[in-house]
């Protein structure tokens, strides 16, 4: 049964970088449904979409993070991850990595979530 | 960008009643839509995928209709397990999700 899991650390500083990993178990990432992503939802507020990377490693991330955002996949260690730098404490959320069964342009259905890991920005 | 909109953003019911959320896209999406079940404290979870597929293991109190642009989630005989918030989503253009809609016991 496929599983995903966040790690990194869950205490960001302002003007710092967010790193998170998500490592798959259960299946190769670079499986017949080898698309992957980032989702994120902010204390009391609704999901939104980061990013969605191709198990090659090609990505297209949410206009709105401004290219503040770069993600990278690994296939040996069956991992991808997220970076965002230049972090405010608007980026304080609860981030999820997922996999996505591709339907339109670098979308799909998220039919796999992660726990998800909590992330606060604060100095 | 695709906006979602979902109303209402939340309701009160009873079990046993039956719900519908309503969720609009601001450009025609097709079928491509989803909904999502979120529990206090959990990830969400695949309800619904292409506007009107039941995801495996989904109770068949769930349904789903619409296409291009107006989408309905429904929910007949509630059960105390599907208090929670509901979430459309559309992949039709990268990926926006509605504002979600609460549903809370009367």
């Known amino acids: 049964q496929l599983q995903l899991q966040e790690s990194g650390p869950g205490l960001v500083k302002p003007s710092e970088t967010l790193s998170l990993t998500c490592t798959v178990s259960g299946d190769s990432i670079s499986s017949s449904n080898p698309y992957w992503g980032w989702i994120r939802q902010p204390p009391g507020k609704g999901l939104e979409w980061i990013g969605t990377?191709?198990?090659?490693?090609?990505?297209y991330h949410n206009p709105s993070l401004k290219g503040r955002v770069t993600s990278s996949v690994d296939t040996s260690k069956n991992q991808f991850s997220l970076k965002l730098n230049s972090v405010t404490a608007a980026d304080t959320a609860l981030y999820y990595c997922v996999r996505l069964v591709l339907s339109g342009f670098w979308s799909g259905t998220v039919d796999h979530w992660g726990q998800g890991t909590q992330v606060t920005v604060s100095s | 960008d695709i906006q979602m909109t979902q109303s209402p953003s939340s309701l009160s019911a009873s079990v046993g009643d039956r719900v519908t959320i309503t969720c609009r896209a601001s450009q025609t999406i097709g079928t491509y839509l989803n909904w999502y079940q979120q529990r206090p404290g959990k990830a969400p979870k695949l309800l619904i995928y292409a506007a009107s597929s039941l995801q495996s293991g989904v109770p068949s109190r769930f349904s789903g209709s619409g296409s291009v642009t107006d989408f309905t989630l429904s929910i007949s005989n509630l059960q105390p397990e599907d208090f929670a918030t509901y979430y459309c989503q559309q992949s039709y253009s990268t990926v926006t999700f509605g504002g979600g809609t609460k549903v809370e016991i009367k």
């Open positions: 990377i191709f198990y090659s490693g090609s990505t």
